[in-house]
């Protein structure tokens, strides 16, 4: 290399194999720190381990060397200065939420959220004062039209959303002035799309989902400027949702295959989309890889891949859901996604089964909508078998 050409950064399949290595010498396996509490050498370095931001290795709420390393991972793949972890999505949802807000704040919230989000916004928030809009987030200007100068501290999103892969436009949001903004990235992944590159405060995902990637963590994590993570942590460590060392080990390994899992598994979704679109049982087609979807044009602008999941809608409701479900053979019967299985899930029952009827239709959750989470499996077989089972 020439001595005065600087080094280009790794492209992000190359960031996800290195990074978050911090707490591991030269191991290149993460190593796992069990502990959740420290000795301290004299009192003067408990005082200073006590009121340190973020200690991590004084006592586990505060901090965990394997947890951190995850927390660097993240921050690296995002882009972003910092990173949080938490015990699950739901955890870093609810302790940003609740950090950044305070009784009598108005929050500008996109409809098309996770059911569990929606669920927070709705019965804690509204509980503790905390005024809550909810606005059509893939309409253009929606969110920002929401927004009331000097009293909204929040705009939250999701995008692509949970379950019918509707978009919020992350450039819109971005530009937002006033509240913070947050984006719930989980179904893009941090190789999929990246909010902080257009202006948004904080990104934030599931990692129980594609991150780990493999079933076996429940995670949360949001990254963004050092010091608004900070203040986040300052709430979270009395909130107490932390993320569990195990759970981060195993999410550092799922990072570290995270970019050529998302690409297989887009692939075959992309295939799968395309054949549901002609099969005759199937009414729609939710996958933003397809032309025919909504907001395809904006997918192309702000998406590095089109995702793994997708939704479509049986003409037969909810009787041929379960027909379907009960014929498939290599797709499974399960609420999550971004794991190694291809899954299959029916909203109405599952995830929106707490909503009123006039909410599911609000959220668009019809009796015949499928969410299916395209695995690792043999793309022709995840096709095959989904496509015999509508037969
Ligand atoms: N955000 C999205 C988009 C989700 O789909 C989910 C869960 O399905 C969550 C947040 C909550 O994550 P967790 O189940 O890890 O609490």
Known sequence: MSPDRPPRPPRPATAAIRAGRGASGLSLAPALWASSVWESTCLDDAHRRATATRADEFYGRYGNPTVRSFEQAIAELEGAEDALAFGSGMGAIASTVLALCSAGDHVVAAKQLYAGTLAFLQGPCARFGIDVSFVDGSRPGALGDAVRPGRTTLVIAET???????????????SIVGPFTVVDSTFATPIGQHPLS?????VLHSATKGIAGHNDATLG???GERELVDAVWAYAVLHGAMASPFD????LRGVRTLAVRTAHQAATATRLADRLLRHECVTAVHYPGLES???HELATRQMLHPGTVLAF???GGRPSAATLIDRLEVARCATSLG?????VCHPMTTTHAGLTPEERADSGVTDGLVRVSVGLEDPDDVIDDIVRALA
């Not at 692509?160 to 971005?174: F, T």
């Open 313 to 315: 809608e049986l003409a």
């Open 293 to 295: 979807h909504p907001q």
């Open 248 to 251: 981060s080990l195993n999410a």
């Open 339 to 343: 794991g190694p299985e291809t899954l």
């Open 221 to 223: 994590v949001i990254a």
């Open 198 to 202: 257009h202006g948004v405060d904080l």
């Open 160 to 174: 692509p959303s949970n379950p019918r892969l509707e978009l919020c436009d992350l450039d819109e949001i971005g």
